[in-house]
């Protein structure tokens, strides 16, 4: 057997994910990357070619003064293959090549997606393709219907297509310098902006169940409707809240700040002057973040919604449930265990950055640490400041962010052998 038949496609997708920042570290690191003048350090072009491929949106540097039209391009490009995933590109290119899809490149594109083996590998790539391509088509025109009447064609152009091609895949890159505080009181560009994010977070999962059940028929499942009221429910609550928070700010910026919590980056409000409950419920919708196979981040509204539901059902003595079906016991073990190493983790690097960059206050580097993991890309200050040590840090946490700690683990797990078992003894709780 091949080595390449001995790699996990977990571990696989893992390398991947690396080799792309590599690649994308060097593009960024070149001279013809940036504009006149200017010189990048290789941590910065690391950072930003790593928040690129995870669709972050951090950024130690202001882009807009910094890349050239081809550092741009090039940071497009990797935002778009980080968003759809190595998996998808990869597969796309063997499916040109080829002609076919094997059995382990389709094991590595489910995986990468978080299918189960019953999506059929063909199908959810064309759904995948299709639905970027078309979603960030229809946001291109309709920014460049704003954005024509402030630029030069060509620049309105490209403006257009970088700008959808980032709020899709979640990344928050942008080239106004101030995100888009510039827009907050246009309501197409906040509203097209914030819907490429919802629909992007919505996971291409959700958007091949759609597809069946438009062509054959079948039953919406549970996953989708878990994933789609879940999502409708944070996104008002969270709108709600922010209107209520933060007086001065209206109603459809309450609505940006919600979409854009749920790991896009982009803000049309001044994070740094966040109050406290404003950083606070911030802090929790980006770490709940999108949903599982979408180009967004976070623990994801699935685990979040079976949590919730476990809880109370644990309360209650009764067994999970949800639109008439009961959640398996293992979704819950995963859910559960999704949420308690992710809350380790985020406090584990906060720990760290305390150390590194004690100029900080704790509430500030949590933010971050929670924006980074999440691959949400929202900062209050902290990242085009921190130091070396504490842009390592955060690094990591993207790449842990969008690679998915359950990708990892079964990267290096390996199948329960069927060895002695021991008695059963119950723990006392609580």
Not at 36 to 43: Q, R, S
Not at 103 to 124: E, K, N, P, Q, Y
Not at 196 to 225: C, M, P, Q, W
Not at 242 to 259: E, G
Request: net charge positive; with cysteine; glycine share 8%.
């Amino acid at each position: 057997m091949s080595n390449r038949k001995k790699l996990q496609p977990g571990l696989k997708l893992a390398l991947g994910f690396m080799l792309l920042i590599a690649i994308g570290t060097l593009l960024l690191y070149l001279p013809i990357s940036h504009q006149d003048g200017v010189d990048v350090a290789l941590i910065d072009a690391l950072f930003i070619s790593t928040s690129a491929i995870c669709v972050t949106g951090l950024t130690p540097l202001d882009i807009s003064q910094t890349l050239s039209v081809f550092g741009s391009t090039v940071l497009m490009l990797l935002i778009q293959v980080g968003g759809l995933g190595y998996a998808v590109v990869a597969v796309l290119i063997i499916r040109l090549a080829s002609g076919r899809i094997d059995a382990f490149s389709g094991s590595l594109l489910r995986d990468s997606l978080g299918a189960d083996h019953r999506v059929g590998t063909r199908r959810i790539l064309k759904v995948a393709l299709i639905v970027t391509g078309l979603f960030e088509f229809i946001g291109a025109v309709l920014l460049f219907t704003v954005f024509s009447s402030h630029y030069p064609v060509g620049r309105a152009m490209y403006l257009s297509l970088f700008h959808s091609v980032s709020a899709f895949n979640n990344a928050g890159f942008d080239l106004f310098s101030t995100s888009l505080m510039m827009w907050n009181d246009n309501p197409l560009v906040l509203i097209t902006i914030a819907s490429l994010i919802a629909f992007g977070g919505l996971g291409f999962i959700l958007y091949n169940d759609i597809e069946e059940h438009i062509r054959n028929r079948k039953k919406i499942s549970v996953h989708t409707k878990i994933v789609l009221s879940t999502t409708f429910f944070l996104i008002a609550a969270g709108t709600v809240l922010f209107r209520i928070i933060l007086p001065d700010v209206d109603w459809k910026n309450a609505f940006f700040q919600s979409v854009t919590t749920r790991t896009a980056g982009y803000f049309s409000y001044d994070q740094t002057v966040l109050p406290p409950a404003g950083v606070a419920l911030t802090i929790i919708l980006m770490f709940i973040g999108a949903s599982p196979g979408s180009t967004g981040g976070g623990v994801k509204t699935t685990s979040f919604f079976t949590a919730i539901k476990a809880s109370f059902s644990l309360l209650l003595g009764r067994n999970p449930k949800a639109f008439k079906r009961e959640i398996s016991s293992e979704s819950v073990m995963k859910a559960f265990f999704v949420i308690i190493i992710s809350v380790l983790l985020v406090a584990t690097a906060t720990l760290l950055l305390t150390i590194t960059d004690p100029e900080f206050s704790s509430d500030k580097l949590l933010y971050e640490v929670v924006s980074a993991y999440a691959t949400v890309g929202l900062t209050m200050g902290v990242t085009p400041t921190v130091s070396f040590a504490g842009k390592i840090i955060l690094i990591i946490m993207m790449f842990l962010g969008r690679v998915g700690f359950m990708t990892i683990i079964s990267a290096f797990a390996r199948k329960r052998s069927e060895g002695a078992r021991y008695i059963e003894e119950k723990v006392i709780i609580g």
